[in-house]
């Protein structure tokens, strides 16, 4: 029953703003790092943040300013705050998670992705 969840996304106009989640679900032992990626049409998956288990972050440079990455460790929840928002941002964004699923046994997992949409 190992998944994560996300939702969050839809359609917003240029200089609109979304706010991302995504949760963990099922046997965790710890989670690491998560993060957001985002692939286009067209184009390769790329990094858009992430957030170690200490709270260390880390955005692609076309987010910086406008982005913010948090995250709940109770929760084992990933936030996206996504603000400023540009056609250019429009994507499907995905969700990971990496840690360990026992003491022995890491993970790396991905959400379903979620639609967003930025209109000019």
């Known amino acids: 029953q190992d998944q994560l969840v996300e939702s969050g996304g839809g359609l917003v106009q240029a200089g609109g703003s979304l706010r991302l989640s995504c949760a963990a679900s099922?046997?965790?032992?710890?989670?690491?790092?998560m993060g957001w990626y985002r692939q286009a049409p067209g184009k390769q998956r790329e990094l858009v943040a992430t957030i170690t288990n200490s709270g260390t972050t880390n955005y692609a440079d076309s987010v910086k300013g406008r982005f913010t990455i948090s995250r709940d460790n109770a929760k084992n929840a990933v936030y996206l705050q996504m603000n400023s928002l540009k056609p250019e941002d429009t994507a499907v964004y995905y969700c990971?998670?990496?840690?360990?699923?026992?003491?022995?046994?890491?993970?790396?997992?991905w959400g379903q992705g979620t639609q967003v949409t930025v209109s000019s």
């Open positions: 099922g046997s965790i032992f710890s989670i690491n790092v």
């Open positions: 990971n998670a990496q840690g360990l699923k026992t003491f022995y046994l890491s993970f790396n997992y």
